[in-house]
């Protein structure tokens, strides 16, 4: 296998990272390519390779959803060698059901960028399609994929890595050099190509929390409710909410969450509806069923926690 590996020695360049608005999602310890890469190939020139980073959110505690808005990847070389300027890749963002590589992963956005020939440099790809927001728990995989570059195409490209350290493994597939899944390139030999691909994302805002539940809300069914004033209760005190989210009456956006979390919250506390047997001390709930009350619940504890923190500083 490493005889089909092409091995470049570049020298590095800093580069700036993410903007402090977004939360990095980043394993790499330094942003800065110095060299060293390989990739799967024959002749000079690339087959297809795919380069893969899994970041367990969970760890993070985050207060609620993020939207992964754009993916960051250092180039140690991209060369078209002549037949033109610029070469495709791909950026993949995906959630795993469960530990990388071996569970099953589900495609949350992707992206064709064509690259520019360049060396040591930090490359942005804006998602045209965000992701729609990841729970916080979400594992959530990077992938940037490098098609065929050999004959007739002739194209080379290096991603850019460091051996700076990093908290969690750096992946290589190549299925021309036999890594049909994605292996950890320390396995590969390769223990300090620690490869540089981020994800950023921003959290939900409330006001994006809030509509999850009054969406939630106005999509309940007949027969998921106790009767239409409850319904009707429920989209008033979700409506107060929104209203008072910001500005000196935000703790009565915390209340009206509160009073409306009290009647979903059966089945995420006790594993069954609130009725007048089984109501805990918080009144019965409004919504009955437990699918029902799902979303509302998830949207509304997200709410609760961006309210109950500290206030953004005022521009």
């Known amino acids: 296998?490493?005889?089909?590996?092409?091995?470049?020695?570049?020298?590095?360049?800093?580069?700036?990272?993410?903007?402090?608005?977004?939360?990095?999602?980043?394993?790499?310890?330094?942003?800065?390519?110095?060299?060293?890469?390989?990739?799967?190939?024959?002749?000079?020139?690339?087959?297809?390779?795919?380069?893969?980073?899994?970041?367990?959110?969970?760890?993070?505690?985050?207060?609620?959803?993020?939207?992964?808005?754009?993916?960051?990847?250092?180039?140690?070389?991209?060369?078209?060698?002549?037949?033109?300027?610029?070469?495709?890749?791909?950026?993949?963002?995906?959630?795993?059901?469960?530990?990388?590589?071996?569970?099953?992963?589900?495609?949350?956005?992707?992206?064709?960028?064509?690259?520019?020939?360049?060396?040591?440099?930090?490359?942005?790809?804006?998602?045209?399609?965000?992701?729609?927001?990841?729970?916080?728990?979400?594992i959530v995989v990077l992938e940037l994929a490098v098609p065929e570059g050999r004959p007739p195409v002739r194209n080379r490209f290096f991603i850019g890595s460091n051996s700076a350290g990093q908290s969690g493994p750096s992946y290589l597939s190549a299925p021309d050099c036999g890594i049909v899944t994605p292996t950890d390139l320390a396995a590969l030999g390769f223990p300090n190509m620690h490869i540089i691909l981020n994800?950023?994302?921003?959290?939900?805002?409330?006001?994006?929390?809030?509509?999850?539940?009054?969406?939630?809300?106005?999509?309940?069914?007949?027969?998921?409710?106790?009767?239409?004033?409850?319904?009707?209760?429920?989209?008033?005190?979700?409506?107060v909410a929104t209203q008072y989210q910001a500005g000196a009456y935000r703790s009565l956006s915390l209340l009206a969450v509160n009073s409306v979390l009290a009647r979903v919250d059966g089945c995420a506390l006790r594993a069954a509806p609130d009725t007048l047997v089984n109501q805990g001390g918080t009144g019965m709930d409004f919504v009955t069923t437990c699918q029902a009350q799902a979303t509302m619940y998830a949207c509304l504890r997200e709410a609760q926690t961006q309210l109950m923190a500290p206030p953004p500083p005022a521009p």
Request: proline share 9%.
């Open 199 to 239: 994800g950023n994302g921003a959290p939900r805002t409330i006001t994006e929390s809030l509509a999850c539940a009054r969406d939630a809300a106005n999509a309940l069914q007949p027969a998921t409710v106790t009767g239409p004033a409850q319904k009707a209760l429920l989209l008033q005190l979700l409506g």
């Open 1 to 138: 296998m490493k005889s089909k590996f092409m091995v470049a020695i570049v020298l590095s360049l800093a580069s700036a990272f993410a903007s402090a608005a977004h939360l990095a999602l980043t394993q790499t310890n330094s942003q800065t390519p110095t060299g060293g890469s390989v990739t799967c190939g024959a002749g000079g020139f690339h087959s297809p390779n795919s380069y893969w980073r899994a970041i367990d959110l969970a760890p993070q505690n985050l207060p609620g959803p993020i939207v992964v808005n754009n993916v960051q990847f250092a180039i140690e070389l991209a060369d078209a060698n002549g037949n033109g300027t610029t070469q495709p890749v791909t950026v993949n963002v995906y959630t795993s059901a469960g530990p990388f590589p071996a569970s099953a992963r589900t495609l949350r956005a992707t992206q064709v960028v064509n690259i520019p020939d360049q060396t040591f440099s930090l490359v942005t790809v804006p998602l045209a399609v965000p992701t729609a927001p990841l729970p916080a728990n979400s």
